[in-house]
């Protein structure tokens, strides 16, 4: 008789008809032999799906190029097919679910044809964590076999741990023909299914990641009362050996990967890692909220990644681990046979070839890596990584950060009255756009707790779903906005970010442990200049100024903005969210 999972397998096997199936089972030995198969057998293109790397400073780094129209998430191609259009809200693209899966069935018959199917079986969270979820993802490339391998919990153990059940999340993904005409990623929240096709790229095909743990795990999460975020978790420890946990909201490519592995530059504070993308927040049995990192990875922006702006992260890619490290679409230094990077330490390397392999030199107008190029990493290679990582119960929060990519406005850091006001600043905020999606950067859009394309349901019941959770927490975190990223006449960064950063994080946690006070603006409390260890930093006095700058007429542009997009939400906003709008509103004047 065969399980569940095995009539699944053989299933979908008979619709996308691959020359063969093979179960993985997470073994190192495997992860070898899948980029062998990579960069002997498997193409992209005209190149192979890998490509060795010297291993002399990049232990076990291998190489990987994209198709070139497949570079970043594509938000346009992303649909959650809940029951209704109005429960997927107006923040997600929606189709009819027997119209999507008709699609989709067309589109895949066949598709893994001459290909090998990988059956991936994987946890969300430790094993033992009483909020990890059991998956298994089918692909037909051994890319997204390496990268899940290095970014979940991944082994033959979790088929045993699934044994004749039916509810573990599936996950069905090919390249397809890579036609963006036949690019899909679409999730199906009631039946844990999401299916992709025609992408090999990040978050469109590593299911575990925004396709699961964000986009399906949210609405799992509205229904049984906990939170799937886009947040980094942080532990800060500060002189007395004291460490205060916290996450952090921003969204992508706005330097999670860096605050996760930030190295202090105030003497006596340490920042330990927990994880850099997301973040599952559940009610202990204590009414505290705990934080787990559902996954095991790093998969973060290299472009800017160097000893300066990261020297953990740099550190991090450079330790032999047991895992390999991947690279995708950097550029790559041809005489040493490593990869590169704008941004990275040392010389231009004199015999460069871009992240499509085209001869290239620092005279072109081109970019060498692909802005949205990618480091994936095994986040245990990590010298910051926090002894509780692997704490199944997860770790207690006492802040959270909610923040954005503002170059204009929004102070360095405001913190929340109180819960309720602290759900309005995250509904409120908005954030230019990265590369790290396919659409023009540098827009602004609203990015609710930096997840407008995240949320598998709703918004604006998002929202309500976020008011209620404090209903039952005991000690509900202090909230935080942040934005690292305000400019002066200039049009240059005021504040210098990356390590510095801690200086705000100091403040945070000083506040959090009821050491320093706080200043009253019509937007919510600011530090006192005072209270803000300052001392190394060269910041004009002027621009200290600006940083913490509220222009009431300004703000009248925003109001308008975030009263057009919380309209769209009709009937599923949270009253309460509007009294703040209002008394926002009222505060200004
Ligand atoms: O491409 S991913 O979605 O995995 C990364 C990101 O956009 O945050
Ligand atoms: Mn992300």
Redesign the pocket.
């Known amino acids: 008789m065969s399980t569940p999972l095995e009539k699944w397998v053989q299933q979908q096997a008979k619709l996308t008809k691959p020359n063969d199936i093979y179960w993985c089972d997470g073994s190192e030995l495997e992860a070898h032999r899948l980029i062998e198969i990579g960069m002997k057998k498997e193409k992209i293109e005209q190149h192979n799906v890998f490509h060795e790397l010297s291993h002399k400073n990049w232990p076990n780094s291998y190489l990987h190029r994209s198709h070139p129209t497949d570079v ?2 594509t938000e346009q191609l992303t649909f959650v097919c809940q029951a209704d259009k109005e429960t997927s809200g107006p923040n997600n693209n929606w189709m009819d679910t027997k119209q999507a899966k008709e699609k989709l069935t067309k589109l895949t018959d066949g598709c893994m044809r001459g290909r090998t199917m990988y059956v991936l079986p994987y946890m969300m969270g430790h094993p033992d964590s009483p909020y990890a979820k059991a998956c298994v993802q089918l692909t037909d490339v051994s890319y997204v076999a390496v990268s899940m391998r290095i970014m979940t919990r991944m082994g033959k153990k979790v088929v045993e741990q699934i044994g004749a059940r039916d509810d573990f999340v599936r996950g069905i993904h090919s390249l397809g023909d890579f036609d963006v005409n036949r690019r899909f990623i679409m999730h199906f929240p009631d039946e844990n299914l999401v299916w992709s096709i025609g992408s090999g ?4 095909a ?1 299911l575990g ?2 396709c699961f743990s964000l986009r399906i795990a949210s609405w799992l999460g509205y229904q049984e009362g906990w939170l799937a975020e886009h947040m980094v978790i942080i532990g800060i420890e500060d002189p007395q050996g004291k460490i205060t946990y916290v996450t952090a909201a921003l969204p ?2 706005c330097g999670k990967t860096n605050l996760a592995m930030l190295q202090s530059t105030l003497p006596g504070y340490k920042v330990w890692t927990l994880g850099d ?1 997301i973040a599952w927040l559940n009610i202990g049995p204590d009414g505290r909220l705990y934080a787990i990192n559902p996954e095991v990875g790093l ?1 973060g922006v290299a472009p800017g990644t160097s000893m300066k702006t990261n020297p953990n992260m740099v550190r991090t890619l450079k330790t032999a681990g047991f895992y390999p490290t991947l690279f995708t679409n950097t550029a790559l230094d041809v005489d040493a046979n490593e990869p590169w990077w704008e941004g990275m330490d040392g010389p231009v390397p004199k015999n460069v070839v871009d992240w499509q392999g085209k001869s290239w030199n620092s005279s072109l107008d081109t970019k060498a890596a692909h802005p949205n190029s990618r480091f994936t990493v095994s986040i245990y290679n990590s010298p910051t990584l926090s002894k509780e990582f692997d704490n199944p119960n997860g770790v207690p929060i006492s802040a959270i950060l909610l923040g954005g990519r503002r170059t204009q406005l929004i102070p360095l850091v405001t913190e929340a009255y109180d819960w309720q006001h602290g759900v309005f600043l995250g509904a409120r905020t908005g954030s230019e756009t990265t590369a ?2 396919a659409h023009q950067v540098g827009v602004l859009r609203r990015e609710p707790m930096a997840m407008t394309p995240f949320c598998g349901y709703n918004m604006g019941d998002y929202f309500g779903h976020w008011l209620n959770i404090s209903r039952k927490l005991t000690q509900p975190p202090k909230i935080f906005a942040v934005n690292w990223f305000r400019v002066d006449d200039d049009g240059r960064f005021i504040w210098p970010g990356f390590g510095e950063n801690i200086r705000v994080l100091k403040w945070i946690i000083d506040r959090v442990n009821g050491r320093v006070g706080a200043q009253q603006t019509p937007i919510g409390l600011i530090p006192h200049i005072k209270d803000l260890e300052l001392e190394g930093l060269n910041i004009a006095k002027g621009n200290l100024e600006k940083l913490f700058e509220i222009d009431p007429q300004a703000w009248q542009a925003e109001l308008q903005d975030i009263e057009t997009f919380f309209s769209q939400f009709g009937r599923h906003m949270p009253s309460e969210i509007w009294q703040q709008y209002k008394s926002l509103g009222t505060n200004l004047r």
């Open positions: 970043a998430r790229y990040g978050g469109n590593l990641k925004k992508s490519a993308d998969f790290a999606a």
